[in-house]
């Protein structure tokens, strides 16, 4: 907090007499270097000594700037050169402090102390550097291979065969509208400052807060540790399939694919678990596989079908057969544009894999934008191809019927799929066979291997991301009893706990078994997140921060809130039911971390948007005239250090809290150390006692001037005092008779000021910091003759923590006691106010007020009506 100055206060009481150490006027080894940061003048003085009389290091005009200072520059065997703080200008060139680090931290970070410190100047090689991708491997490769996953190859020809080509092209492009946008969000927040690990929670959580980013670090955690298992399953799918062509059977189908997907997550968890590096060639393998897949595919929808295929109801590129599948032809119970839409849906989230694992990316603010719209664009392209080249897919053989019972376009071509059309056997066609890919394909088996390599790659992502972001979300300990699987092992800080937890939750969805089952599950947690995403990035926006400013300025705020109210539709037509248990989920842990509020400052735009209505409606203030009916005590507290007087804190947060403003005012003597006027501490003291109240520090030579620049000054606008409140001076008859006429004058100040005076006496006095074995106090209060002590402020430390909460009077419950009001003469209803003020708060509420009225008994009655 910045402090006002009156022009009779020598701040040179601030600094401290530095020394040079060499002729040559640079400090000793490690320190700053004087000729960096500013020149001298001719006589050796600076601009600083010229004012304050006080021989200083530094030169307070800055020298040019220079990239060095505000990038991380730091390499091995030089320091990072650093601004000089103030406190460095005003002290001493030897004074090695570092100035403050303009970076997110936590009370945990700084209690262990700063990691980033130089310590090893004197190791001969540097440490070596762990894995780092680049924006093809790290994010492209990855969230390509996270898309095109096992609906594309599984349930893609189904869903063209469900909803014709037509509407799944509008299902195709939905998808990746909302995905694109929310890549485009995504780029925003991600080159607005440092991305760290923990992907999407690491966005989200230093864009909104850890209120909604806690909470959806655990959803999204969850629903990629899901994806794991319906990415297992796909595999698994395929394999069984294979057996069953070829007459093997373990036990039966079911059970089949949930012992080959236990047997596989834990091959891709040893996979994981040896390392990003290994993870990472295993993604180019399973990405050369699938693009050999599709060349493959592509080369069989060209060349002329064959008589088996076209027994199968191929018939290669034909019009009249992509006109009928271009029409939906809804089956089943599940037969329905957003039924269709929610099997599909997952197989468009892995937008964020390249994302989630921002820790280990070279260059996240280049990679991410780059990498997951490309990534994008190429998956949408090649879905809407591979769509429509399905479509030219028919019935199946059946028996010869006459060519007049002919049913289906296969009588065009000379084949009869009536017998199974009309009993419903058709073992091919897109609407029956899963494996309709294979069948097309040049070479069937290397569909399979595709199959394999886009199953196996996004199981291995989702393996990968769900414990990566769930590590982030531990390591900022914001909820209890996950801490535990935030350890790190290997210079990576590889999560092994999170990835046996994945492992664990992925093997209980495999369980299930059912492809189809599995794939609604996830989809509203990723529209959960994509909302939140793109919330982020419309609230980021529209709150005009300064320190909104990404470099990515391909976005739209409105199109970002418009997908996110997309998003949260959609999870309603998929599956209500999910979608209130998603909302709810977000919703408690929202509510737990608004009640523990957690020790942690990231910038948030909530806090912006916090301060943008703070301000709106102060300045809105301006236009309300003030009305007997909405008048609020607004009290001025002379405390000094509020935790030397907390009966005097406590008694005025009895009738201000939640109803009006209370200011705690210090006044520092100007020849006290800096410490004494911090007002962080003081204002932490209060939160820890649950205080709603501002802290005012000012220095001034005279207790009476200081405290006449808070009468003045305090407040903003209309929120600004109309009481003063301060203690009984209990030393009166010892202390020196200027110091009872200071006191006097500043209740003379006040009253000219047309402020409310209170005074708070009590029996052992409200001055706690030469009395620590303060306790209690008086049982009983007269609410006009009520006081504490006034005085200088003693030196405070660190009162957060070294200064003890000691219990008070007004802290506890009166009872059945007396509040007993003396009416001297007409005050306006002050006099009145705050005692009928005590007695709505909870433990003052069976208090009785009393009121005593002095002079003529004549007049009683006339008084008591007044």
Not at 100 to 114: I, K, N, V, W
Not at 650 to 671: E, W, Y
């Amino acid at each position: 907090m910045e402090l006002p100055v009156v022009s009779d206060v020598n701040l040179s009481a601030f600094r401290s007499n530095p020394t040079l150490s060499a002729a040559n006027g640079k400090a000793g080894p490690g320190r700053f270097e004087e000729s960096g940061f500013c020149q001298r003048y001719g006589d050796g003085s600076s601009l600083t000594s010229r004012v304050s009389e006080v021989l200083t290091g530094y030169e307070t005009l800055d020298a040019p700037p220079r990239y060095d200072f505000y990038a991380n520059t730091e390499v091995w065997g030089r320091r990072r050169p650093l601004r000089p703080s103030l406190f460095q200008l005003h002290g001493s060139p030897e004074d090695d402090s570092r100035p403050p680090l303009y970076e997110e931290t936590t009370a945990r970070q700084m209690e262990e102390g700063d990691s980033s410190e130089d310590e090893g100047d004197e190791q001969k090689e540097p440490p070596p550097d762990p894995t780092r991708f680049g924006w093809v491997q790290g994010v492209l490769i990855r969230c390509m291979l996270n898309i095109w996953g096992v609906i594309l190859y599984l349930r893609l020809p189904w869903i063209t065969a469900q909803a014709g080509i037509g509407l799944t092209w509008v299902i195709i492009l939905l998808s990746s509208c909302i995905t694109g946008i929310t890549g485009l969000s995504t780029s925003a927040i991600a080159t607005n400052g440092k991305v760290k690990g923990g992907g999407t929670y690491f966005l989200i959580s230093r864009s909104l807060g850890p209120e909604l980013g806690g909470s959806i670090g655990l959803i999204f955690a969850f629903a990629n540790a899901v994806a794991v298992a319906m990415h297992t399953v796909g595999f698994s799918e395929t394999v069984t399939d294979l057996m069953r062509e070829n007459g093997a059977v373990m036990v039966d189908k079911t059970n089949d694919i949930r012992i080959i997907g236990i047997i596989t997550v834990t091959c891709l968890l040893g996979i994981s678990m040896a390392g990003m590096a290994w993870e990472s060639k295993a993604q180019i393998l399973f990405f050369l596989l699938i693009m050999i897949s599709f060349a493959s595919y592509i080369v069989g929808t060209i060349i002329p079908a064959s008589e088996e295929k076209q027994a199968k109801g191929f018939f290669s590129y034909r019009g009249d057969i992509f006109a009928e599948n271009f029409v939906p032809s809804w089956r089943g119970p599940g037969g329905s544009f957003f039924g269709m839409f929610s099997i599909f849906f997952p197989s468009a989230t892995g937008i964020l894999a390249g994302a989630n694992i921002s820790g280990d990316l070279k260059n996240p603010a280049v990679a991410i934008p780059r990498g997951t719209l490309l990534a994008i664009f190429w998956t949408t392209f090649s879905y809407l191809v591979i769509s429509a080249t399905i479509g030219v897919l028919n019935d199946t053989l059946s028996a010869s019927t006459p060519p007049d019972a002919c049913i289906g376009l296969g009588c065009d071509y000379g084949w009869d799929f009536t017998e199974c059309i009309t009993n419903g056997t058709c073992k091919y066609g897109i609407s029956n066979y899963y494996q309709s890919l294979s069948m097309v394909a040049a070479f069937a088996p290397l569909i399979t291997a595709g199959i394999f390599g886009a199953t196996l790659s996004s199981a291995l992502a989702c393996l990968v991301s769900a414990p990566k972001v769930f590590q982030c979300l531990c390591l900022d300990h914001l909820y209890p009893l996950i801490g535990f699987f935030g350890k790190g092992y290997g210079k990576n800080q590889e999560p092994l706990r999170a990835y046996l937890l994945t492992y664990l939750i992925a093997s209980c969805f495999i369980l299930i078994a059912e492809l189809n089952t599995i794939a609604p599950i996830i989809s509203n947690f990723y529209l959960c997140s994509y909302a939140l995403i793109n919330f982020s990035c419309f609230h980021a926006s529209i709150t005009n921060s300064p320190g909104w400013r990404p470099s990515f300025r391909f976005y739209s705020k409105w199109l970002s809130l418009l997908i996110s109210i997309i998003c949260v539709v959609i999870m309603f037509l998929l599956t209500w039911w999910a979608a209130i248990i998603a909302i709810g989920v977000v919703l408690f842990f929202l509510g737990y971390t608004l009640y523990k509020k957690p020790d942690v400052n990231w910038g948030s735009s909530v806090q912006a948007s916090s301060y943008n209505m703070a301000l709106n409606h102060c300045v809105g203030l301006n236009l309300v005239e003030d009305h007997v009916k909405n008048y609020r005590p607004q009290c001025l507290v002379l405390t000094g250090p509020p935790s030397s007087r907390p009966a005097l804190v406590d008694l005025v947060q009895c009738f201000t809290k939640d109803l009006s403003l209370m200011i705690c005012g210090n006044v520092v003597d100007g020849a006290s150390s800096p410490s004494d006027s911090d007002g962080n501490a003081h204002v932490s003291w209060l939160n820890h006692r649950k205080v709603k109240a501002f802290y005012r520090g000012v220095v001034a030579a005279k207790l009476q001037g200081g405290v006449s620049m808070l009468l003045q000054g305090a407040g903003l606008g209309r929120i600004k005092p109309n009481v003063l409140v301060m203690g009984f001076k209990q030393n009166w008859r010892t202390d020196s008779p200027q110091a009872a006429h200071s006191y006097i004058s500043i209740l003379h100040d006040a009253f000219d000021l047309q402020y409310g005076v209170c005074v708070l006496r009590m029996r052992d006095g409200l001055d706690i910091s030469f009395n620590q074995g303060f306790d209690a106090g008086p049982e009983s209060l007269n609410a006009t003759s009520a006081q504490t002590t006034i005085k200088a402020s003693s030196s405070t430390p660190d009162i957060a923590e070294i200064v003890p909460q000691p219990t008070t009077v007004f802290q506890k419950t009166q009872g059945k006691k007396t509040i007993d009001v003396y009416w001297l003469s007409d005050d306006g209803g002050l006099t009145l106010l705050l005692p009928y003020l005590l007695t709505r708060r909870k433990r003052w509420a069976r208090c009785k007020v009393r009121v005593f009225v002095g002079g003529d008994s004549d007049k009683k009655e006339e008084q008591r009506n007044e």
